[in-house]
């Protein structure tokens, strides 16, 4: 399995940006998928997932109601539409595939699968 997150890069506080993540080498739709970030000198936290058995949505506290994760298994695709970003949403944003379901994909160890994370960087 592998993943290939995009997407990111410099815009301002206020701004949107769109995340992708594409999955290959396994079928897309048994899989939960999450965002994750880590910022400079932070522990990596979780942001949003979409759950692979019901397609249900978690999302952290601190993006609820400002970013969206969606899937499009046609594409082997998770998107996560981040509106209204703040300078303390600048991280690396990293996708990442798993089992996990319910809470529990909030979990950054449950996810057996990472992409190599896409820069995010919100100025002020």
């Known amino acids: 399995v592998q993943l290939q997150a995009s997407g990111g890069g410099l815009v301002q506080a206020g701004g949107s940006l769109r995340l992708s993540c594409v999955l290959s080498?396994?079928?897309?739709?048994?899989?939960?998928i999450a965002w994750f970030r880590q910022a400079p000198g932070k522990e990596r936290e979780f942001v949003a997932a979409?759950?692979?058995?019901?397609?249900?949505?978690r999302y952290a506290e601190t993006v609820k109601a400002r970013f969206t994760i969606s899937r499009d298994n046609a594409k082997n695709t998770v998107y996560l539409q981040m509106n209204t970003l703040k300078p303390d949403d600048t991280a690396v944003y990293y996708c990442?595939?798993?089992?996990?379901?319910?809470?529990?994909?909030?979990?950054?160890?449950?996810?057996?699968?990472w992409g190599q994370g896409t820069h995010v960087t919100v100025s002020s």
């Open positions: 990442a595939a798993g089992n996990p379901i319910t809470t529990a994909a909030m979990r950054r160890h449950l996810h057996s699968y």
């Open positions: 080498g396994r079928t897309f739709s048994i899989y939960t």
């Open positions: 979409v759950i692979r058995n019901d397609g249900s949505i």
